[in-house]
């Protein structure tokens, strides 16, 4: 009996413990297993090649321009972005479909400010304020979840310049869901749900409110409008505004200066977020020739050159992981502070962020427009990557105050610590097989021998 009850007792201590060391031996496993499936390959930036300083040189250098041809990095985001990913502005090599390609994208996104911060307001809304959604009930809600049909909303009034049906919204979010999940390890791929959104814009071609991509055939116009908007644009939104949203619910007096401060102190919070949790890890390029980096060094054509965000933008300043807004107030530069590396939307000469100006205007106004329903309250982990989701307390601003939630925030930060369990294993299985029929599938590399042969 003793013995049974002491076993029993050593059981649940373990099954207690393993939130705490778990989840962190489980993702070193998956990155070497990733990289064993892989291969070597890739230059990490910054690393012992080349160094912080050198970080944004390297990048901007005109011979760092190659995307996706001779990578095998690129076989495996082709995969997660299919359908289209080869008319997808991100992994196209430069030239004439290229340009096309970004100078409708441009088009698009050339939209006056006041008109995309109303088209920001009515699209945070209808989601948080629509009937049946339960918006101003509040309660836990997972953030990413939660924004993705406000930028489906969004962008589908963007692209075709009328208000988005149900039967849209739902296809979009599906989709965006679907690829974000499958990016994360989180779920495989359903192809099926984004094949029914592609067939929805098939009808929807002749009543885009700005030209599409010249040289395209009508297949790929659906996988360009689907891959830039309806993929990239609704899963990078509500990936950031998950992050943010979960940044000031944990730092109450900075979601108490974002709802009723100027828009510089607003600016300070959502560089820093994007400092902390950028949307890119690495983002990888190829040499299209060599790149001399000093008298013994140098980077042949070919070379597979990975710039890492996060350690970018953690490297030369004091205590990088700490929440900081005032890292970016002018007064600190001004009394010669550090400033901080800071490259969210990538660097100008080598394939930016096509949404670099209207991004940050319509966070602004997507954050004050929730602030102004809820009060937020979190007590989950926050990590870059965002695998739980962004799980959030929302409480309306007519109900009682947050801190008469403590069960609730109890309760949020148990589950998610055993949830932070279950993902690590669902990502080191998932991720695994997915790597792997990646390698097998060869979407980038077949695709470019096909168009050499």
Known sequence: MLTAAVVALAAVAVALSLPWWLPGRVVALRVRLFARINGDEGIPVPGQTIG???FLEVYSHPAANGRSEGAVLSDLFWYWLAPGPHVHQEHLEAGERYDAVARATRGFLSVPRADAEELTRRSVAEVLDGAGQG?????MVRLRDLMMPVWAVFYYEL?????????????????ADDVVTALKCCGLRHMDRRHRLTRYLAGRLDDVRCPLPEGLTDEEKCFYLQ?????????QMSEAMAHLLMVLAQHPETQETARTGDDRELDQVMAETMRLYPLFGVAHRITTGDIEIDERTTIPAGSVLCFNYPEFHHAGIEDPDRFDPGRFAPFRRREGGATPHHIPFGVAANRPCPAWRLAPITMRVAVREVLRRYALATSASHTRSLPNRGPCL????????????RAALLAMWARDRFEDVWHSLVQLVLGT?????????????????SHRS
């Not at 929302?394 to 939630?405: F, G």
């Not at 097989?433 to 021998?449: E, K, P, T, Y």
Request: aromatic share 6%; net charge positive.
């Open 52 to 54: 912080v300083d050198r």
């Open 135 to 139: 918006g101003m009930r509040g309660g």
């Open 159 to 175: 692209v075709f310049g009328e208000p988005c049906p149900r039967e849209a919204r739902d296809l979009i979010v599906g989709n």
């Open 227 to 235: 891959g830039t908007f309806f993929n990239t644009a609704v899963v």
């Open 394 to 405: 929302l409480v309306p601003r007519t109900a009682a105050p947050v801190r008469a939630r």
């Open 433 to 449: 097989r997915m790597v792997r029929d990646a390698r097998r599938q060869r979407l980038c590399a077949r695709h470019f021998q």
